[in-house]
């Protein structure tokens, strides 16, 4: 190819270190082009050894670590149980949630670190201001650290707070030290309350039932989803944006601090098994407008993404990457990358999963046991590789947020 995948993803790091779910992040080094970067090819491990930004997917019993830009299996790591994976927030580091909490896999070093949380349930990260964020729904507890102190080998030393219940619940700190985190109980979510640096109580609103998910915008306006709607706090206050629908259901969504406009899921079926919606949320969070649209196809809660410059990434069951433009709404142009796929119903299934860092877009597809590495901008195949075993989850380093 012309440009190496990390040159790509250099020229939107300025743009893209700025979302608080998962999803965008800053690119790396530059390194030499090659010319059969478009060919598929089956992945075969090398010995260990550093690896610069890393990729981690998981499968039934593991991860595998992966060179970001060749898409080069470098290393297997046996984990049994069903495994989730995040970016921690810094250079080399991921987040692994076990059966048995948090662990922090050091991914260029293709080694998991003795650096754990450990708890029942453990469930979101997020990533925002420089710090990340930890949730454990089997205890409500809370953990706050800097990122780049997983480097030290040692577990940081950082802030905790401890829900009054646990539950199914995310938090996330601004700069300033406020700390967002949601409210509920095992059968019932609420809510949101901000603490100031202090755990002070200073904002509350309980008006967001079936509180789920969490994103951050453009001047650090923060949403989470509701069953009728999202929830915003923005200037030290609460502002709920209510969905067109009596039941209209957010509750995965992804930001990015190149667009005041919040992606969102849609669902309006309150008594099905599995919805398979086929409409998206915009939320404009300066505005406090929400605008729904439909792709004419269906995708997963590991869906959603942003790109470089805050375009709206939603993975379609078509096996097309929807490109739309977060402001009008308008799907620019839609990049077909795997087959067509159905969502299964049980969520801890394997499914095609996008993961977005810099330029580039990642997509797995597990019926293939193949992973391919996508320019956003472009819409061209950087390079694809077939793995040993279908994967699960996916995702990689993000320094930043």
Avoid at 40 to 64: H, I, M, N, Q, S
Wanted: aromatic share 4%; with cysteine; hydrophobic share 35%.
């Amino acid at each position: 190819m012309n440009k190496s995948i990390r040159g790509r993803a250099l020229t939107g790091t300025a743009l893209a270190l700025a979302t608080a779910t998962v999803l965008t992040a800053c690119g790396g080094e530059s390194s030499s082009s090659s010319t059969d970067t478009t060919s598929d090819r089956t992945a075969e491990a090398t010995p260990a050894a550093t690896v610069k930004e890393p990729l981690v997917a998981t499968f039934d019993g593991g991860l595998y670590i992966l060179d970001g830009e060749s898409l080069k299996l470098t290393e297997t790591i046996d984990l049994p149980g069903f495994n989730r994976v995040n970016p921690a927030g810094d250079k080399d580091h991921v987040v692994v949630s076990t059966d048995s909490g948090f662990r922090v896999l050091d991914a260029t070093g293709q080694a998991l670190t003795d650096i754990e949380y450990k708890g029942a349930k453990p469930g979101h990260v997020v990533r925002h201001a420089a710090k990340t964020v930890l949730f454990t729904d089997g205890t409500g507890e809370v953990n706050v650290f800097d990122p780049t102190t997983l480097s030290s080998g040692k577990k940081p030393a950082g802030r905790t707070y401890t829900s009054a219940e646990p539950h199914h619940g995310v938090a996330i700190e601004l700069a300033d030290g406020r700390l967002l985190s949601t409210l509920g109980t095992e059968e019932k979510r609420t809510g949101a309350l901000v603490l100031d640096r202090n755990d002070k109580e200073i904002a509350r609103n309980e008006d967001c039932p079936g509180v789920h998910g969490e994103a951050a915008a453009k001047n650090e306006a923060v949403g989470v989803g509701c069953e009728d709607g999202i929830l915003i706090y923005k200037d030290g206050k609460f502002t709920k944006i209510d969905s067109p629908d009596g039941y209209g259901r957010i509750g995965n969504q992804a930001g990015s601090d190149a667009s005041p406009v919040l992606l969102g899921d849609y669902k309006t079926d309150a008594e099905a098994e599995l919805e398979r919606p086929s409409r998206v949320s915009l939320i404009d969070t300066e505005k406090k407008k929400l605008r729904l649209v439909e792709l004419g196809t269906s995708y997963s809660f590991r869906s959603l993404a942003r790109g470089p410059h805050g375009e709206a990434l939603v993975l379609g069951t078509d096996g097309a990457l929807h490109v739309i433009d977060p402001d009008t709404g308008k799907i620019e142009k839609r990049i077909p990358v795997v087959g067509a796929w159905q969502e299964p119903l049980d969520w801890q299934q394997a499914r095609p999963t996008l993961f977005v860092r810099g330029h580039v877009a990642y997509v797995s597809e597990p019926g293939r046991k193949a992973l391919h590495a996508i320019d956003v901008e472009t819409g061209k195949k950087l390079t694809s590789v077939t793995l040993p075993k279908s994967t699960n989850e996916l995702s990689g380093v993000v320094a930043g947020h």
